[in-house]
């Protein structure tokens, strides 16, 4: 799974980085004899409930505040949310983060950008999944060739359009990395847009932030919206979610690499949302078809981990999960098989170094304190 991590350190980080190494000793404070409290209900949307009503191993959860405490983990961890049957049973702040903190997603991003994708997608905005991505750019056509025109929505959706993109054997923050070329370009889009095709679209995967740039930069063609105001409209407001903001590209274009902030208990909602076929509440907010897609390996990062429309896969814990991840320990983490949505998240750093260990301690906790008290 290091490989696979280390997937998920090379996101835009390049904004909002600053003030971001921060932490402190819990707000709830996990003390060796940690207690634990029903979250509280609000008029947010969320049902909540106790462990036991849920039957979660509630001593495995104490073992896991506890380390946390005694390991320091509190020193950079922001939340850890559980959601099981369409109720939320558990909630941790740590440090200055509280219920109205927003958490800065990173490249989980990419999978909320992929749902707001599959929404304009279903309203008739965007057609097939097959469709050659050109085909929405005519703007940067001198820029395509028979090769480029070999790819498709699909290609862009599941990381395997075949460019020549280099992001994860080049430092993170370096000019050699494009995704931090691409964002100092000033237009990201073109910047894609103008890399050669290096493998056949669709036989290798290659982690790719341009991919969800190009899906918001169709979404601002079809719609004439950015995906910030197409995605208030169509996935935040239909689930009660008003409170959030978006990093930008210096020419305007919402960062879809990783530029959303958003408070833990919304974050569980997209999580929800997918668990359910794209339902909230009765409404359906995402056709299940795009949800069955989304959570479909297209692509195989490595031996065990899959890749579906912006979401990965793997076994953990004898659980096969779904998540979207970010740089410094971001997850939205979905247990199909036991109806539980995870939210953590954590503060980050531009030391990798440091971040990759964080993210190692995080994992630790979500395979063996979490996932096995379900």
Known sequence: MKRANQYCIALLAVVGLSGCDG?????????V????????????????????AEDLDGQRLADMMNRISSQRHDAFLRNILIVKNNKLVFEEYFGDAGIDALSHLQSATKSIVSAIFG??????????????????????????NPDKEAITLQHVLSMTPGLDWNENSTATFGA?????????????????????????????????????MLLAGIIR?????????????NLFAPLGITDLRWEYQSDGLPLATG?????????????????????????QVIAAEWVDASLTAHASPSNDVDYGYLW????????RIWYAAGYGGQLIVLVPDSDVTIVINANYTRDTDVTSQRQSDIWYLLTNFILTSI
């Open 176 to 212: 050699q990395n494009d995704n931090i070329a691409a964002y100092q370009s000033n237009n990201y889009i073109e910047y894609v847009l103008q890399k050669n095709v290096v493998s056949t679209p669709g036989t290798t995967w290659n982690y790719n932030s341009g991919c969800p």
């Open 259 to 283: 530029g959303l902030w958003i408070k833990a208990r919304d974050a569980a909602k997209i999580g929800q949302l997918f668990l359910d076929g794209g339902l909230w509440n009765g409404q």
């Open 33 to 52: 004899d940690y207690v634990y409290r029903v979250p509280a209900q609000r008029s947010d949307g969320w049902l909540v409930s106790s462990l036991d």
């Open 312 to 319: 990965w896969t793997q076994i953990r814990a004898s659980h």
């Open 23 to 31: 932490g402190g000793s819990s707000s709830n404070p996990a003390a």
């Open 119 to 144: 929404i304009a997608k279903s309203n008739g905005y965007v057609g097939s999944s097959d469709d050659s991505l050109f085909n929405y750019f005519p703007e940067y056509q001198p820029l395509s």
């Open 221 to 233: 063609n079809q719609t004439g919206m950015h995906i910030d105001e197409f995605g208030d409209q």
